[in-house]
């Protein structure tokens, strides 16, 4: 990444967070309505109070579960009574206080604005000797409702008591209030016997708005059952494809566990954190049966563990499914997640990925939050507070809390339709728009009802096509690590300003620190883009091939190598230097076009005491070629020790390689003697181009024709007939030139071949030259025929020169 | 980019008539040895190729008439060759094909020399 890019980004996000949190602080309703405690006062609170009834109580362990009522939350949105705001509050903390030794329990529920509004005491036994009248315990029970709202006691009125069963007595009193119809306070106390069991004071709202207010938002039941549904179809499809991903070997094993292990993870440390997780700690660890073994604490965990388990499964099988298909693009947009996982974290790809997804984080929120304000000018603009954020306010540690909600579909969704659905898509449809029109069609729809901040058909489908097409552009312009990064970095973003927004300095202090290390991540992720290691070629190439691809490659490195020592072997096969034959130059060379090639040239000692020298080529190229040619020469060596004759030579060969080569092949061939004492030139031509000969004497410029077919073509008979011997006198500075096509029909870019009129032309020209020398103007001429383009046939030539 | 190549068979007088098209190299000779092939398949073992259009021939293609020649000719039948191209019979000839096929001027020649031989094959 160059520098210039990362300071654009940087700049981004230092725009771009502040004016989030601007917008977030004037529109969202959790800025609004306030939490005065954290965790721990909240906890203090409680355990003061259960002190004042059980002294034993302040031993006793103590979880908190946190809520928020809609309903209140949408009151208070509605044009709200100003008295009765003040005694409200959406969000609650219910502190459990379970005494691991007996059945006694102290439940006590705080509102947001710190005051106690539930209190409730489990197993506590009535005294069986004193009876007390229906007189008594309303006394009780009054002194007890009193303790909750000491300064507006007198406002309430006497309602009714009844009997909610044998042992219990129910009193309960209301408070109305002038002009309002829509709410009540009610406070209610139930007493056994001399133990006030239960007292609370809660709004009660009218059942008709009630209704009224659930209404509004019955639109959105739809989108999140249809949420639920696209991502078990996702999983039943991905759960398809991941098995037959593993039949045909395509699935990377290591990487998809590691995804699964890091989701599972993630969840875990989110569950753990969170208050469903304390509600199970507190009901089942502290149970007296199971506290002697630790088994109550260990069952929590293991009931957490099983559904984090269960969370992250569907990112394994999208990952399992998707990962073959995404490496199957040109750009694998899974690769720097693939490195992240693999650990390669101080990579430039890896940071630079983290560093554009935490910089844009922002962009999200901020067009969620933009068009809830704008499309609904002139309204409030819709409130909605995330029952994940009271998870937020109480978690233990506050800055690993679990996920808003919103977040936490967001997550699925992306992980399924890009890291999955799409590149499946893309493989399929060679238009790549449709692909990205159904998935950003489809993750609009599921996107739709994540944010339940927004109200508003409208204002949700804007923000959720525009969100949805930010992230598609991303993912497939940066990767999917950065696309992940910023749902990620916007859920944390989002999270830390409800924290500074609220008025316990607490919860004020942990935002700002969360901001200082969301600023140190941005830094550490640049340093890291800029500074970091580079990626080896093995993990640049590594998304271009799974595993099994991977071994091919080491295969094709060992094929290469044996290539080479084949190569060297045919190489050393030619003879090394032309014989010595008195009153004759020869010259001979061999160019294969291949690392292996199928001409040959060879000289044969006859048994006679003349040399024999053979040119052949075998109809093809490459491996094939240099298996039959190297049987060529193998039987050639043999067959000259038996005779002299080169015809009757030719015809054994042919026969051997008639069976030899089934008539797929063959191979063109041309044996000639050269006699220095009677200076002739005895030669057969099985098929092969005819050479060139200059006659020294007069100056012609031959070829030499003689007829035969080429070897393997015919059995004995025909090939026999056929075949003629020609024999020709040599005198003092002939030239014979023995060639392969290699050299005759080498063509060039234009399409032309050298032909045989050249080399006759080039050996006109070559009167006076050693052999050696004709060799090589001869090469150097066909070079500069080719020009640049590469010889795609083996070059044989053998020039014999008399002296 | 391959050469293009093309190859049509057609019924005259009783034989097999494939006129072929072209370059035929190792990309291509598979056709050809499929159009063959579906000759013998269907028991018309007398062929006729005729190579008026045929500008470039390799080892390969030269390898599918070598392929089936002995085969067609234990059948009774034949392949010969007609039209051949300056270049293309240079290549033959170089080869010795002439001595194993019969190389024809036209068309018409080639179904005269099959009407030749069954002429002689009745006498």
New interface residues.
């Given amino acids: 990444m160059s520098s210039r890019r990362l300071y654009i980004l940087i700049f981004i996000a230092v725009a771009g967070y502040p004016l989030l949190a601007w917008m977030f602080h004037s529109i969202h309703p959790v800025a609004k309505f306030g939490l005065d405690l954290d965790r721990r006062s909240v906890i203090g609170l409680a355990r003061k109070r259960a002190t004042a009834i059980d002294s034993d109580a302040a031993t006793w362990p103590a979880g908190v579960e946190s809520s928020i009522d809609q309903t209140v939350a949408r009151y208070l949105d509605d044009r709200p009574n100003p008295e009765i705001s003040k005694l409200l509050s959406f969000s609650s903390m219910r502190v459990e206080m379970p005494d691991p030794r007996t059945d006694k329990s102290l439940d006590i529920t705080i509102s947001g604005h710190g005051r106690i509004t539930h209190v409730r005491r489990g197993g506590f036994k009535p005294d069986a000797a004193r009876l007390l009248s229906i007189d008594e315990q309303k006394a009780l029970a009054e002194a007890g409702l009193k303790q909750l709202a000491p300064d507006e006691w007198q406002r309430f009125t006497f309602n009714q008591s009844s009997l909610t069963d044998s042992t219990t007595r129910n009193f309960s009193w209301q408070m109305i209030f002038p002009g309002e119809g829509r709410v009540k306070l009610l406070a209610d106390a139930s007493v056994q016997n001399d133990i006030v069991t239960r007292t609370s004071i809660n709004p009660e709202f009218a059942s008709e708005y009630r209704t009224a207010l659930r209404e509004r938002r019955s639109w959105l039941r739809w989108i999140d059952f249809g949420f639920v549904l696209l991502l078990f179809l996702g999983t039943l499809f991905a759960l398809i494809l991941y098995f037959r991903n593993i039949i045909r070997k395509e699935v990377r094993h290591r990487s998809t566990l590691l995804v699964w292990f890091v989701t599972f993870a993630a969840t875990g440390i989110w569950l753990i954190n969170s208050s469903f997780f304390e509600n199970i700690h507190t009901n089942v660890a502290f149970y007296p049966a199971l506290q002697r073994f630790y088994i109550g604490h260990l069952l929590s965990v293991l009931v957490v563990s099983l559904l984090a388990l269960g969370m992250s499964l569907p990112f394994f099988f999208f990952w399992g499914a998707g990962y073959p298909e995404a490496s199957r693009l040109v750009r694998n947009p899974l690769s720097p997640f693939e490195l992240f996982l693999k650990g390669k974290l101080v990579s430039r790809k890896v940071g630079a990925s983290v560093l554009i997804g935490l910089t844009l984080g922002w962009v999200s929120p901020v067009i969620v939050y933009a068009t809830a304000r704008l499309i609904r000018f002139g309204q409030p603009p819709g409130l909605f507070i995330e029952s994940t954020f009271a998870d937020l306010f109480m978690a233990r540690v506050l800055l690993l809390a679990r996920p808003l909600d919103s977040s936490v579909d967001k997550l699925y969704t992306t992980f399924l339709l890009f890291a999955f659905v799409l590149p499946f898509l893309l493989n399929r449809f060679r238009k790549s728009s449709i692909s990205h029109a159904v998935v950003i069609l489809v993750g609009a729809l599921a996107f739709l009802g994540s944010d339940e901040f927004v109200t508003g058909v409208a204002a949700a489908t804007v923000s959720s096509i525009t969100t949805v097409v930010l992230l598609d552009l991303l993912i497939f312009r940066a990767s999917f690590l950065a696309g992940m990064t910023a749902l990620l970095a916007a859920d944390f973003a989002v999270k830390l300003c409800a924290l500074t927004n609220q008025p316990s300095l607490t919860l004020q202090w942990y935002g700002w620190f969360g901001w200082i290390l969301f600023g140190f991540a941005i830094a550490g992720s640049a340093a890291v883009a800029l500074r970091g290691k580079v990626l080896s070629e093995e993990d640049a190439r590594a998304r271009w091939f799974s595993e099994d691809q991977l071994v091919n490659r080491e295969e094709l490195a060992l094929l290469k190598a044996q290539f080479q020592v084949a190569r060297r072997a045919q190489q050393q096969m030619l003879p090394e230097a032309p014989p010595a034959v008195p009153g004759v130059e020869i010259a001979a060379v061999c160019l294969p076009a291949r690392e292996v090639g199928g001409d040959l040239f060879d000289f044969l000692s006859l048994p006679n005491g003349s040399v024999g020298v053979v040119v052949a080529d075998v109809?093809?190229k490459g491996v094939p070629a240099s298996l039959y040619m190297t049987l060529t020469k193998g039987l050639l060596a043999s067959i000259a020790e038996t005779t002299s004759d080169p015809a009757e030579i030719v015809r054994e060969v042919n026969r051997h390689l008639y069976i030899a080569c089934k008539?797929?092949?063959?191979v063109?061939l041309l044996l000639g003697v050269v006699d220095p004492e009677m200076r002739t030139f005895t030669y057969a031509r099985?098929?092969?181009?005819?050479p060139v000969w200059r006659n020294g004497t007069n100056g012609e410029t031959r070829f030499l024709?003689a007829?035969?077919?080429?070897l393997g073509?015919?059995s004995g008979e025909?090939f026999d007939r056929?075949l003629e011997l020609e024999k020709i006198a040599l005198g003092a500075g002939d030239l014979l030139i023995l060639y392969s096509d290699g050299i005759s029909e080498a063509m060039n870019d234009a399409r032309e071949e050298y032909g045989e009129t050249r080399l006759k032309s080039v050996a006109a020209r070559a009167d006076g030259m050693s052999a050696s020398k004709v060799k090589d103007l001869i090469l150097g001429d066909v070079q500069l025929f080719l020009g640049r383009t590469p010889p795609q046939d083996d070059q044989t030539l053998v020039v014999v020169k008399v002296l | 980019m391959p050469n293009p190549f093309s190859l049509d068979v057609v019924e005259k007088e009783g034989l097999s008539l494939i006129q072929l098209e072209g370059y035929l190299d190792?990309h291509t000779a598979p056709q050809f040895e499929a159009a063959i092939q579906s000759e013998i398949d269907s028991e018309r073992y007398a062929v006729i190729v005729d190579c008026s259009k045929l500008t470039y021939i390799s080892?390969?293609g030269?390898?599918v008439f070598?392929?089936f020649v002995?085969e067609v000719r234990e059948k009774g039948g034949d392949i010969k060759l007609c039209g051949l191209v300056a270049r293309v019979r240079h290549t033959f000839e170089?080869?010795?094909?002439q001595?194993?096929f019969d190389l024809l001027d036209d068309v018409p020649s080639a179904v005269q020399r099959f009407g030749d031989k069954k002429a002689a094959e009745g006498a």
């Fill in positions: 109809s093809g008539r797929k092949m063959f063109t099985a098929g092969h181009n005819p024709g007829r035969g077919i080429g073509l015919t025909l056929t | 190792a080892s390969a030269l390898g070598m392929t002995e170089i080869l010795g094909f001595d194993i």
